[in-house]
């Protein structure tokens, strides 16, 4: 599988890409972004060994609520692989005028490295009010050969988060905080899961955004992170 997208994550977007096709293309919106950041953190912990990374993704929204993600980022040189590439399909809806759901599904490939690919599961639940909005979300990746433990044995892997923003008025600047809890194979902790935050902004461009966070878990450090993003 070095240097191809595996079949399941070809599928996830590729399938859906394709059911959209078929509806009229002013339904349909792609974007694509390609941005630096100056070390890819995962939940909390580095997986570009506390090192710039080159990222992009490439989306399809449909006015129906349905859409498809290819994203991908460089990893750490010494690695199995030396990039991944995330494959997404998911649908969003309204419940309420200040509350929607998202259920999505993310297939995570590593070329070169097939026995850590994996797929997990999420739900999010997002309140909005004016320029506050809260998140609330579940990911659960099931028993498979991504998520097997130090002694081999396939586990389940399940992370619950939250998160706020909060665009300031007459200024393109929004500031966010994140907090999320992981339990399973991928905490990379000794003892009874992990924990993982970040805070910091994004200034919105138009055709690019700069943002700043300060990340960190208690299963590996803490670091001030920044981002370049270019929108197309």
Do not use: C
Not at 63 to 92: M, N
Not at 216 to 221: L, N
């Amino acid at each position: 599988m070095s240097g191809m997208v595996s079949p399941v994550a070809r599928g996830l977007a590729l399938a859906l890409s394709s059911s959209l096709a078929a509806t009229p293309a002013a339904a349909a919106d792609w974007s694509a972004e390609v941005g630096l950041v100056s070390d890819y953190r995962y939940r909390g912990l580095s997986l570009s060994n506390r090192k710039p990374a080159v990222q992009g993704s490439l989306s399809l929204e449909h006015e129906s609520g349905a859409y498809a993600e290819l994203w991908a980022s460089s990893l750490t040189e010494s690695g199995a692989s030396k990039a991944e590439i995330d494959a997404t399909a998911g649908y969003a809806f309204s419940l309420t005028e200040a509350l929607s759901f998202d259920v999505s599904a993310t297939y995570y490939a590593y070329p070169g490295a097939a026995d850590a690919n994996a797929l997990d599961l999420t739900g999010t639940l997002e309140a909005g009010g004016g320029p506050f909005t809260a998140s609330f979300g579940l990911s659960v990746a099931p028993p498979q050969r991504g998520t097997r433990d130090d002694l081999g044995d396939r586990k389940t892997n399940v992370y619950a988060f939250a998160g706020a923003s909060y665009q300031l008025p007459s200024v393109p600047l929004t500031l966010r905080t994140t907090v999320g809890y992981e339990r399973g194979p991928w905490d990379m902790a000794e003892g009874a899961g992990k924990w993982d935050w970040s805070l910091g902004g994004e200034a919105d461009f138009k055709r690019f955004r700069v943002g700043i966070d300060f990340v960190g878990s208690d299963a590996g450090d803490e670091k001030v992170i920044g981002a370049l993003i270019l929108a197309f």
